[in-house]
Each structure stands twice: as C-alpha cells, then as structure tokens.
C-alpha cells in the first residue's frame, strides 16, 4: 500500500470481478487491489487513485456529521496506529457510534444539535436498564394486605389487577413496620403547642413521632436502593396520606389523656370525628411528608387519583421518566450529555408543557456556552459543583412539566413537529397520510398509540435515527395492559 508523509492503511476484501465492474472495463488504470478501501485511507492514497473516491464500493450510505445523499464510503477501519490501547478505543467508538440529536425546541438558546455519549443518547428510548417492570412503592393495604388497624385491608383492583406484569409493587406499611402491630389502637395526627405536628394515640396518648421518623430514614434509604421510580399512598392516612389529613388540636375530647374507650370512639374511622372534635385543618402524613422531602421529583398520588385509566397512564408516563431521567443522572453527565438526553425528550416535553422546555432549553443552551468559553473546561466530566448544580436544576424542570398531564392539543402539537421533522425524508404521500392520521387523533377519531406507532414505523423505514430515538414515539409497556382493564370494566358496567 503506497504511504503518504509515514502512514499507512488498512483495507477490506472485495472481489476482483466487482471492482473491475465498478471501474467501467477501463484501460490502463492502475491495477485494482483486492481490497476495499476504507474511507479513512483516502488521503493516503496518490493521485492515481483519486477517482476512487467517487466509487460506492461499501453500497451503504455515509454516518457522521454531514451524511449527505447517494452512496458514500463507509468508515469502516482507521489508519494503523501504535499507540497503545488504541485498537480497544476504536473497537468501542464501532460499538458506540456518535450521531447528531437535532434539538427540537424552539426560541432563544434553541440548540443546533447536540452530540453526547452513546449511552445518554440510547436512554432516550430506554437503555439495557431502563427495561422490565416499573419498581413502584406503595401503601400495603391498597394491595390486600390486612395491615390496617382494624385487621382489614383497601384493596384497589385498578392498582392490584389493572397493573399486573407492568409494575413491581414495593409494598410498606409504616404503622406496621414501625412495631405498632395488628390489630391496634387507631392514631391521629395532633398538633402541638409549638406548632409541630405528631402522630399520637389518643387512647393512651403514646407519641410515635421519633419512632417514625427513625424508622423513615432507614425505610427511605432502602426504597433509594432498590431504585423505586413512583409512590401510591393511602389516602386519609395519618401515615400515609398525601394531602387532606385530618389534623386534631392537643387536648381534645379524644386527646391525650382520654380513657381508651372514648379515644376509640371518637377516631373509630380514619377522619371521623365525634361532637366538639372537629380537625383544625387538613395536613400531610408522617412518613409521605418524609418521602416528599427527601425525594422531591418522585411521582406521587393517592389511590383516589389513580382510578381513571388516563391518571393511570399519566403517572406511568411520569414514572418511566424518572426512571430514565434517574439512570442518566446517576452517571453524572456533562452539559454534552445532558443535551444529548433533553433532545431525546423534546418530543416528550412539548407535549405536555412547552414552557417548560423552552426554560430547559436556555438551561442547558447557557450551560454549553458556558463550557466552550475560551479556558473554561467541564471539570471531571461534570463532577464538580457547577455540574451538581446544573443536574439538580434540570431534574427539577424535567419533573415539574411531566406534572403536568399532556392534553389532546398538547399531543398533536408534538406529532405535527414529529412530522415537519420527517417532511424531508418521508415519501409525499406517506407524509400525507400521517398527517391525516393526526388529525384525526386531534378530532378524537383515532388513538394515539396507533398514531405514534405509525410516525415511528415511518421514521424507522426512512433511517430517521434522530426521531426514531425519540421517548415520546418509544412504545408504552401498559398501553395494551390498560387498554384491557377499560374493556374489562365496560362489560363489568354493561352487566350491572
């Protein structure tokens, strides 16, 4: 192989016969190799061979920055080398490709493009970690389990049987686990003089506020392990609730100091109470205020919410995400990275809060910037404190707009930039018939699972890779699943 300035290439095999084909039966050309050139040994090529940088000899198209249209050389091996470890590096970079995320939002500090790690990039469809069921917690007695006061249980089938094979439910029960036991005297919240608020037996007035507390550190921890991405709590619960809690004054009728048979009467239900000890105000369980604080972005509802197949797969969406959203924070990325992972869920964000991703769009816009001044490095791959910062900013806007359901609006708003995403590579017709699809769905004639499988079913024909990637468009593991649960339930109506 003829060297240019020292360096030398490596080529692949092609048959005689096909090269003699490409090159036309000419004569007097250099006499062909019986190797494929690869695209990187170009340049150390002479000048006699310069017309064969126009020959499409690999049949694929061209990856990298600019792409381009018509057959390409592909880069399939790179200039010898002898610097060590450099075959291993270059076995990986072939494992991993790099590619463009095109960023999808709009208004100042909209980003160009974005190009990150492999890994952050593949969890905007999902990772090998980002599959199997959804680790979920929940309140023990919403799943059967007889751990309530009274020795009963609150089943919910929309949580128990709707949900079967898609979420693995983490069941606890602070009271029990705590060592109060069952059956038990029930406990209230009451408020202090101080003005703090205890959870308190009014039958013998025994304050189990340090023993939760213990007990929630320890429990919190656990749940942090085992990765748990949602939570259901019981609602009306002095340990469990979320919102709403019957909060009592110290020193009522059925407050400390009560003998045990007037304390079981006037709380005999959680909630009720008798003439002259009515709540002061509603307030928060001990352990949900613990699980709030310490996990702030985590999605939780109370059961109550979740009885509607849409709430359902509103808090199954949110809890996916965190998930992903948790997995690629854990690798504490760079604002590279973290531009890669947020192109990947533009798509995601438009649909449900466009405000919020034209904020998350300046945030890490400004924090590219920022790293590209002249001087200014990312230290430690985004292990320093601006990094800290800038993840903890982003997980807050992240979560707060999947808050937010996504509206049937919100939805076509997404497909419709999905599609002006496709317009230049989609056939004319293919392009129309999508764009029927959606609005369709915006009139409420089509679903919108169909509706993404066929957008992504497009963008994979069309080697769209940049929306192919795309979480919004990725199939939903509980969209069958529910799907079945709301024909369930229809029959179960039309019996009655």
């Known amino acids: 192989m003829p060297r240019r300035g020292g360096a030398s290439a490596r080529v692949l095999v092609v048959p005689r016969a096909r090269a003699a084909r490409l090159l036309g039966g000419r004569s007097g050309h250099e006499r062909v190799p019986r190797r494929e050139l690869d695209a990187r040994a170009l340049p150390h090529l002479p000048r006699a061979r310069a017309r064969l940088r126009r020959l499409p000899l690999s049949g694929v198209r061209a990856h990298g920055r600019r792409g381009g249209r018509g057959p390409r050389l592909r880069a399939l091996a790179s200039p010898r080398t002898h610097r060590r470890g450099a ?106 003089r101080d003005g703090a608020t205890r959870v308190v037996d009014p039958a013998s007035g025994r304050d189990w506020t340090p023993a939760l507390t213990r007990w929630a550190g320890v429990r919190l921890r656990e749940l942090d392990r085992l990765r748990v991405c949602g939570y259901v709590l019981k609602s009306r619960s002095p340990s469990c609730g979320l919102a709403h809690v019957p909060v009592y004054d110290a020193g009522t009728a059925a407050g400390r100091g009560a003998s045990a048979a007037a304390g ?34 985590l999605p939780v509802e109370e059961e109550g919410a979740l009885r509607d197949a849409g709430a359902r797969a509103h808090f199954l969406e949110r809890a996916l995400a965190y998930r992903r959203l948790r997995a ?140 192919a990637r795309q979480a919004y468009l990725a199939p939903r593991p509980w969209e069958r699943t529910l799907r079945g649960a709301a024909r369930r339930a229809g029959r179960r109506g039309a019996g009655r």
């Open 87 to 192: 075959r291993a590096r270059r076995r990986r970079s072939r494992r991993r490709p790099r590619s463009r995320v095109p960023h999808l939002g709009r208004g100042r500090g909209a980003l160009r493009g974005g190009a990150g790690r492999a890994g952050a990039t593949r969890d905007g469809r999902g990772s090998r970690r980002d599959g199997g069921p959804l680790r979920i917690g929940v309140s023990a007695c919403l799943l059967g389990h007889a751990v309530r006061w009274d020795g009963g249980h609150k089943r919910e089938a929309a949580l128990a049987d709707d949900l079967t094979g898609v979420v693995e439910w983490v069941p606890v029960c602070p009271e029990v686990e705590v060592g109060m036991g069952v059956p038990r005297p029930p406990v209230r919240l009451e408020r202090a």
């Open 328 to 467: 690629f924070l854990a690798r504490r990325p760079g604002p590279r990275a973290l531009a890669a992972f947020h192109a990947a869920h533009a798509l995601l964000l438009l649909a449900h809060a466009p405000a919020r991703l034209r904020a998350l769009d300046r945030l890490v816009a400004d924090a590219i910037a920022r790293a590209r001044r002249p001087g200014a490095r990312e230290p430690e791959g985004g292990r320093g404190p601006a990094g800290v910062a800038l993840r903890a900013r982003y997980e807050a806007g992240f979560t707060q707009a999947l808050a937010r359901p996504a509206t049937r609006e919100g939805h076509a708003r997404a497909l419709r930039r999905a599609l002006a995403l496709l317009r230049a590579r989609a056939a004319p017709r293919a392009h129309a018939e999508l764009a029927s699809l959606v609005d369709a769905f915006a009139a409420g004639r089509a679903p919108l699972a169909a509706v993404r499988a066929s957008v992504l079913r497009e963008a994979e024909r069309r080697d769209a890779a940049e929306l």
């Open 264 to 297: 079981a009467r006037a709380v005999s239900a959680r909630g009720a109470s008798g003439a002259g000890d009515a709540p002061s105000a509603p307030g928060r369980g001990a352990f949900a205020a613990a699980l709030v604080a310490r996990f702030g972005g």
